[in-house]
């Protein structure tokens, strides 16, 4: 699977199965909890590190784009489950520590608890929140690019950013 990987085992009505859309700039993981049908937990993350290239010098001091872009798209994430019939509940815990790629990069991560959640939905929110993550980075970069506006396969998206960082990194 080479870098980015999807983990999709198809979600079935009681949400018992894993997805996740991984590559070593972001991820999205949504994991079954316990046994509380159509209960999730959402695991977002940014490589704040892998992202550098594109974001250094193009952003005030404490303002870093990938992590603002995160906190961003995860508020739309919110509101997209609330509209899908999604009950939101904070999380704390640890069963999101083993979702980033790198272990050792710095990463910006999220974590939230949504029940209630329809099968489609994580398909649904990843797709919403990596494209949307990409577009705000950018757009607070100002930067000037064709982001996609359809999700890629993840191996597709690294190497697309990966791209845009040789492109932007000097």
């Known amino acids: 699977m080479g870098r980015g990987s999807l983990l999709n085992k198809p979600a079935s009505a009681d949400t018992k199965s894993v997805f996740e859309y991984k590559t070593s700039f972001m991820y999205f993981v949504f994991k079954p909890i316990g046994t509380a049908e159509k209960s999730l937990i959402y695991c977002s993350g940014v490589n704040l590190e892998r992202f550098l290239p594109i974001t250094k010098r193009r952003h005030r001091l404490g303002q870093n784009p990938a992590a603002k872009g995160l906190q961003s798209v995860n508020l739309g994430v919110r509101s997209l489950a609330l509209e899908r019939g ?22 910006y991560s999220d974590t939230l608890l949504i029940e209630n959640a329809v099968s489609s939905l994580p398909m649904e929110l990843t797709t919403y929140a990596a494209i949307n993550l990409l577009k705000l980075i950018f757009k607070a970069c100002m930067l000037e690019e064709q982001l996609p506006d359809s999700l890629y396969p993840p191996d597709e998206l690294e190497s697309f950013i990966s791209g845009l960082c040789v492109k932007y990194g000097g």
């Open 86 to 107: 999604a009950t939101l509940k904070p999380f704390k815990g640890k069963d999101c520590a083993s979702a980033k790629p790198i272990a050792d990069d710095l990463w």
